[in-house]
């Protein structure tokens, strides 16, 4: 017979607040950035990314207002902004990996195609918030590209994942993010489900 | 000035594999399931998953066989969906989490959405690949629909995440698999990324 498991959402979405709680010592952050770091945690299921976030002070706040304004979610892939709960959201979500012109861009850029995509992103930039959450050169790009005077968005959430670029990329981004709000994760760890969760975390606001 | 950085798609995966083999103790696997769990480790930036794999001996073949075969693939949520690169893939793939009907379904149930999701697989079960990459529940009510006679899918991909019933769930799937094969990664961690990976590495077939 099979063993029991909670059936009832709330049920389990109270028991896994309550488990990261427990485990993730949250009470180290203000209160916003608690509920983004809980919402982090219960999307990977490791509460000590906790221990790794990297965040500038305006970060969470600046997040909420450009998505309470309707501003843009720009994505480096598909994934992240399936991830996306459209119905708390007011703003248009932007993904260009498969966009005709990003793979003739790439080789003349001589780069990744996701590095190519960003390229795509520059009139909607400004104001906007940024979720990476796969490819470390898109990050890259984005950073080369404002250091060129791109239009700044009001966030970048860094969640890039991988053992080449990826934590490079996200040092890079903590020690110099030219001028704009950033929330990310040190190390290799990261993803489309992380990017996508601190944008649901932003986008419902103050719990 | 931006640190150097590798932008050659084909340098970076071999950069990438590299990191991962010099890691991950690859060998201990079959040639198959080497190549799958490598494909879950760059997935997710964690070679230590590689420990905590379960996998039925006939799993990888009986995958690729069905892939190969254009049998569909069945996911419980979008974002696996969106990470499975369609031009390797001859399969139909379907994701029944916002049918009209599982909202109705999920309140007569008094379950989840996502478990409710999988009553809708059943025309569709047999001999396909499921591809859980988020919701414990949608395991965990597969399995109860195994038991009550639901047609035996090929493979199953268990990857839900998470703090309430992700570990427990997986150890269901690993301890009885109701006759059928299966990959999973026990404990909390999983995600759609690593489901979708795991797709790939099947749809690709033997390197």
Redesign the interface.
């Known amino acids: 017979p099979?063993?029991p498991?909670?059936?009832?959402?709330a049920a389990?979405d109270e028991?896994?607040v309550a488990?990261?709680r427990r485990e993730a010592r949250l009470e180290r952050f203000p209160d916003g950035l608690a509920d983004l770091a809980l919402r982090l945690i219960?999307?990977?299921?490791?509460p000590d990314i906790a221990d790794r976030l990297s965040v500038s002070p305006g970060a969470v706040e600046a997040g909420r207002r450009a998505l309470a304004a309707g501003a843009p979610v720009i994505c480096d892939?598909?994934?992240v902004?399936?991830?996306l709960i459209r119905r708390d959201l007011r703003s248009e979500v932007i993904v260009t990996l498969n966009d005709p012109a990003t793979a003739p861009m790439a080789r003349a850029l001589?780069?990744?195609?996701s590095?190519a995509a960003t390229e795509l992103w520059q009139d909607r930039l400004e104001g906007a918030v940024v979720a990476i959450g796969d490819a470390?050169?898109a990050l890259?790009h984005l950073?080369?590209g404002l250091?060129k005077g791109w239009p700044k968005p009001a966030l970048i959430l860094g969640f890039p994942?991988?053992?080449?670029?990826?934590a490079?990329?996200k040092a890079?981004l903590s020690a110099d993010p030219r001028g704009c709000d950033f929330i990310t994760l040190r190390?290799?760890?990261?993803?489309?489900?992380m990017a996508?969760a601190a944008i649901g975390a932003l986008a419902k606001g103050p719990a």
Request: with cysteine; proline share 6%.
């Open positions: 099979m063993r498991y909670l059936k009832d959402p389990i028991a896994s488990a990261v219960q999307a990977c299921g490791m892939c598909e994934m902004a399936a991830g001589g780069t990744t195609r590095a470390p050169t890259f950073l080369e250091d994942v991988g053992f080449v670029g990826a490079e990329s890079e190390g290799r760890r990261g993803g489309p489900s996508a």
